[in-house]
């Protein structure tokens, strides 16, 4: 079975430095169930291939003790991906997987244009299951079905593919994805699961397996369905859904200050009043939290479909159980993340998301206007945030200090303006803006609002995904 990672940042020789192996050697390592080889098969400014070959000996495993008819001399396992393959990877690309280049450390978490083929991995729930695993991460897939037999088409179809992944990504996080992915698509592990596993797991994918639509399938097949383990590893990784949700202390904070003149019952309805006036239809509210928005758009009759998403179940099962004593069955609640492609949220005439971007890191950013404008690509799309020059107006709120503890960023109006005509020029929208609450004439509104809309007018979701 074979690995290859190409690059096409430039130079793209510096794949060497970070993978830790240099082009123009071939090396080859022992592991305890067969040899690993990494080489590059070009390697020039332009492009360049790293590829690891894993050469398995079936038989040494049964010589080994591995006694599980899984493991008979004629097997899958010297041909597909497996778990092998991600001890290999531990392995043989250790520093690379933990993210250490001493000769240029900038590049660990720079988004570089990469490609990742693996020449067979099993997936007994066909295409939709690696789409399920992979597409929520942002890649690009190409799947190629492996036939039985070519020559036997009798046999019937196979559960092999060869898998092509691109996506402008950090090596590390390449790794990450594949580590804990493959031997989730083989449903296997060739050695024993204990609780060194969760701490595997954890350290591999707290990043982003906590807001992956299929963390628990994920989860169980990792830790081989141990109860115990998958208990406590859902449970620590809910934990992790929307800190800033289960942050009462946070909540308090941001309410107090906000309270006197109820910001957000005035933010929420500006909301509507924009949909409403815009004409909209069918609204996807990201970010949805406890639902609050979600239930005044469903006291209005013009809004014909209403979805409201969100990271936390938490929070969705509040939201749930508030729609349900108002008789809004008609609205839907979906489990997911900004950060994460989605092809549910093509089709919706407009997009919310309000007092979320705050809360993201800078760098992922990049990642959320891509998803919203470019991937879901809804014909309107209203976002508030903050106004960090109106906090000296709250007296609760001490010099310096954020309205909420888990906000990344607060941004000023200039800065927050100079973002959305960024973004409304690279996804071809055009933007406007309003003040939400009462105006300062020096320091503005305490909330500022951007209203997009795309500029041809038409919903057009990329159907590619």
Same mark, same amino acid.
């Given at each position: 079975?074979?690995?290859?990672?190409?690059?096409?940042?430039?130079?793209?020789?510096?794949?060497?430095?970070?993978?830790?192996?240099?082009? &123009?050697? #071939? *090396?080859?390592? +022992?592991?305890?169930?067969?040899?690993?080889?990494?080489? !590059? /098969? $070009?390697?020039? =400014?332009? %492009?360049?291939?790293?590829?690891?070959?894993?050469?398995?000996?079936?038989?040494?495993?049964?010589?080994?003790?591995?006694?599980?008819?899984?493991?008979?001399?004629?097997?899958?396992?010297?041909?597909?991906?497996?778990?092998?393959?991600?001890? &290999?990877? #531990? *392995?043989?690309? +250790?520093?690379?997987?933990?993210?250490?280049?001493?000769? !240029? /450390? $900038?590049?660990? =978490?720079? %988004?570089?244009?990469?490609?990742?083929?693996?020449?067979?991995?099993?997936?007994?729930?066909?295409?939709?299951?690696?789409?399920?695993?992979?597409?929520?991460?942002?890649?690009?897939?190409?799947?190629?079905?492996?036939?039985?037999?070519?020559?036997?088409?009798?046999?019937?179809? +196979?559960?092999?593919?060869?898998?092509?992944?691109?996506?402008?990504?950090?090596?590390?996080?390449?790794?990450?994805?594949?580590?804990?992915?493959?031997?989730?698509?083989?449903?296997?592990?060739?050695?024993?699961?204990?609780?060194?596993?969760?701490?595997?797991?954890?350290?591999?994918?707290?990043?982003?397996?906590?807001?992956?639509?299929?963390?628990?399938?994920?989860?169980?097949?990792?830790?081989?369905?141990?109860?115990?383990?998958?208990?406590?590893?859902?449970?620590?990784?809910?934990?992790?859904?929307?800190?800033?949700?289960?942050?009462?202390?946070?909540?308090?904070?941001?309410?107090?200050?906000?309270?006197?003149?109820?910001?957000?019952?005035?933010?929420?309805?500006?909301?509507?009043?924009?949909?409403?006036?815009?004409?909209?239809?069918?609204?996807?509210?990201?970010?949805?939290?406890?639902?609050?928005?979600?239930?005044?758009?469903?006291?209005?009759?013009?809004?014909?479909?209403?979805?409201?998403?969100?990271?936390?179940?938490?929070?969705?099962?509040?939201?749930?159980?508030?729609?349900?004593?108002?008789?809004?069955?008609?609205?839907?609640?979906?489990?997911?993340?900004?950060?994460?492609?989605?092809?549910?949220?093509?089709?919706?005439?407009?997009?919310?998301?309000?007092?979320?971007?705050?809360?993201?890191?800078?760098?992922?950013?990049?990642?959320?206007?891509?998803?919203?404008?470019?991937?879901?690509?809804?014909?309107?799309?209203?976002?508030?945030?903050?106004?960090?020059?109106?906090?000296?107006?709250?007296?609760?709120?001490?010099?310096?200090?954020?309205?909420?503890?888990?906000?990344?960023?607060?941004?000023?109006?200039?800065?927050?303006?100079?973002?959305?005509?960024?973004?409304?020029?690279?996804?071809?929208?055009?933007?406007?803006?309003?003040?939400?609450?009462?105006?300062?004439?020096?320091?503005?509104?305490?909330?500022?609002?951007?209203?997009?809309?795309?500029?041809?007018?038409?919903?057009?979701?990329?159907?590619?995904?």
């Amino acid at each position: 079975m074979y690995l290859s990672i190409t690059s096409t940042h430039q130079p793209a020789t510096d794949l060497g430095f970070l993978l830790h192996k240099h082009p &123009a050697r #071939a *090396q080859s390592f +022992s592991l305890s169930f067969g040899q690993v080889h990494v080489f !590059y /098969p $070009e390697a020039s =400014e332009g %492009r360049c291939t790293a590829t690891l070959l894993l050469d398995i000996d079936p038989i040494g495993l049964i010589r080994g003790g591995q006694k599980s008819s899984h493991f008979k001399y004629v097997n899958d396992r010297p041909y597909v991906a497996s778990s092998f393959l991600s001890v &290999a990877i #531990a *392995q043989v690309y +250790s520093s690379a997987l933990s993210g250490r280049c001493k000769q !240029y /450390p $900038e590049l660990v =978490e720079k %988004r570089i244009p990469l490609e990742a083929t693996l020449a067979a991995i099993p997936s007994r729930g066909g295409k939709q299951l690696i789409k399920r695993l992979f597409e929520p991460l942002g890649y690009e897939i190409q799947l190629i079905e492996i036939p039985l037999d070519e020559q036997f088409p009798e046999w019937g179809r +196979s559960p092999y593919y060869q898998l092509t992944l691109r996506q402008e990504i950090g090596l590390k996080d390449l790794l990450s994805h594949l580590y804990v992915l493959i031997p989730v698509l083989d449903n296997q592990k060739h050695y024993f699961v204990g609780e060194d596993e969760l701490g595997k797991l954890f350290k591999h994918g707290e990043k982003w397996l906590s807001t992956h639509p299929e963390y628990e399938l994920i989860t169980k097949r990792y830790l081989k369905y141990s109860n115990k383990l998958v208990a406590t590893a859902i449970s620590h990784l809910e934990e992790l859904h929307n800190p800033m949700l289960d942050d009462e202390e946070s909540e308090e904070l941001e309410e107090k200050a906000e309270k006197p003149f109820r910001l957000h019952d005035i933010r929420l309805q500006q909301v509507v009043d924009q949909l409403k006036l815009l004409g909209a239809k069918s609204v996807l509210d990201l970010g949805c939290g406890d639902g609050k928005l979600l239930r005044l758009l469903g006291n209005e009759k013009c809004f014909t479909r209403i979805v409201g998403v969100d990271v936390s179940y938490t929070s969705l099962q509040i939201a749930k159980s508030r729609l349900e004593r108002q008789k809004m069955n008609q609205v839907e609640l979906w489990h997911g993340s900004v950060l994460y492609r989605d092809k549910r949220w093509i089709g919706f005439d407009a997009a919310t998301v309000v007092e979320v971007i705050e809360h993201l890191e800078i760098e992922q950013l990049s990642a959320f206007e891509q998803i919203l404008f470019g991937h879901a690509r809804h014909n309107i799309v209203i976002l508030t945030t903050p106004n960090v020059e109106y906090n000296v107006r709250f007296e609760s709120l001490a010099s310096g200090q954020f309205r909420h503890k888990d906000h990344r960023f607060e941004w000023t109006r200039a800065e927050f303006q100079a973002w959305a005509k960024q973004v409304a020029n690279r996804f071809e929208y055009e933007v406007k803006w309003a003040s939400v609450g009462p105006i300062d004439e020096e320091v503005g509104s305490p909330t500022q609002m951007a209203i997009f809309q795309l500029r041809n007018g038409e919903v057009h979701g990329d159907n590619n995904s």
